[in-house]
């Protein structure tokens, strides 16, 4: 029996050249949401505002 391999890449999943921002803010076409072929996208971003200095 063969091995699952295990996949530790934590990076980008998206090949290099693509614009990531525009493919990740891309919405799933309505036949996309029909067959569950979507990924849910969660935004983390840094306010890096200093307050009070």
């Known amino acids: ?3 699952k391999q295990e996949n530790n890449n934590f990076g980008p999943t ?3 050249g693509i614009d ?3 493919e990740l803010e891309k ?3 309505k036949e996309e949401l ?3 072929d979507f990924t849910s996208v969660t935004t983390l ?3 890096e505002v200093d ?3």
């Open 45 to 47: 971003s840094l306010d």
């Open 20 to 22: 990531d921002r525009a």
């Open 14 to 16: 998206l090949a290099p």
């Open 1 to 3: 029996m063969a091995k």
């Open 34 to 36: 029909e067959n569950g």
């Open 51 to 53: 307050a009070g200095r």
């Open 27 to 29: 919405s799933a076409t």
